[in-house]
């Protein structure tokens, strides 16, 4: 059975850091990106970084650049979304997902989870 979980969301001031991790199990997991998407209240879902496993490319959209940070563990079960220098405008549920990019769309393989929520206070 497929499963990714989120966890280590929280209420963070602007310019805080939190780390989300992406705990997954169920597939091989150097046959997929793995993307972090996020949903903010009254807005669309938008994907916000991915990471190749297999070779370990990664992406992120402009507004979170030099900011968040994407990354695996050595066993590569899990996947990190370290988020530095906060801003209000990131308070979103983080969802994480097996994700194909084409054409600039994100497309999540997975159902959503519960997410883990990112509140940035300002």
């Known amino acids: 059975e497929v499963q990714l979980v989120e966890s280590g969301g929280g209420l963070v001031q602007a310019g805080g850091s939190l780390r989300l991790s992406c705990a997954t199990s169920?597939?091989?997991?150097?046959?997929?990106?793995i993307g972090w998407f996020r949903q903010a209240p009254g807005k669309e879902r938008e994907g916000v970084s991915y990471?190749?496993?297999?070779?370990?490319?990664?992406y992120y959209i402009d507004s979170v650049k030099g900011r968040f940070t994407i990354s695996t563990d050595n066993l590569k079960t899990t996947v990190y979304l370290q988020m530095n220098r906060l801003r209000p405008e990131d308070t979103a549920v983080y969802y994480c997902?097996?994700?194909?990019?084409?054409?600039?769309?994100?497309?999540?393989?997975?159902?959503w989870g519960q997410g883990t929520l990112v509140t940035v206070s300002s």
């Open positions: 990471i190749s496993t297999g070779d370990e490319r990664t």
């Open positions: 997902a097996r994700t194909i990019v084409e054409n600039n769309v994100w497309y999540a393989l997975d159902t």
């Open positions: 169920g597939f091989n997991f150097d046959r997929y990106a």
